[in-house]
Structures are given as C-alpha cells and as structure tokens.
C-alpha cells in the first residue's frame, strides 16, 4: 500500500485536479475517488452511469477490477475518466 498522485481529467470538468489514490486501489476505487472532486461541483451526477478510467488520449478502459499496481500507470500520469452504461 502506498500513496500514488494521478492527474484526473474527468469528462466534462474544466478543472484538472490533483487525485491521491492508493497503489491497492481498484479503477473503480480510482474513479471514486476522481468522482469526489468533480462530481456534484462542475460535473452533474448520471447516477445510471459508470465511471470508466483509461490514460489520457487512449481508446480502451482499465479493467473495474484492477489495481493501480497491477497497471501501467505512472506517478502523476493523466488519465480520463467517462461516464459509460455499465
């Protein structure tokens, strides 16, 4: 366990924000944790949505289930997080 900073870029903010996270967080955690920065302050809640993360620029989501530490992901990398239908 270790604390990780990721850069989230969550859909819809216009805000950029700072996330610490653990390295035995799951995506869905991750996302979480993103969502608790953006949404319900800049971004509107879809409570029939997911939220889904993928690096900055790529086409395919994490799996929900994988820890950060079982990714690629890099201190301070950017990643974006999207609303999707579950």
Known sequence: MALFPVISN???????QLVPV????SM???AAAAAHHSVG???APQPDKVVRVRRQ???TFYPRQAK????DIK????????????
């Open 10 to 16: 969550f859909q819809y903010d216009f805000v950029l």
């Open 75 to 86: 201190p301070m990398e950017a990643l974006e997080f999207i609303f999707c239908d579950e």
């Open 68 to 71: 950060l530490s079982e990714t």
């Open 57 to 59: 620029g790529g086409e």
């Open 28 to 30: 869905d955690e991750v």
């Open 41 to 43: 302050r800049r971004v």
């Open 22 to 25: 653990d390295t035995e967080n």
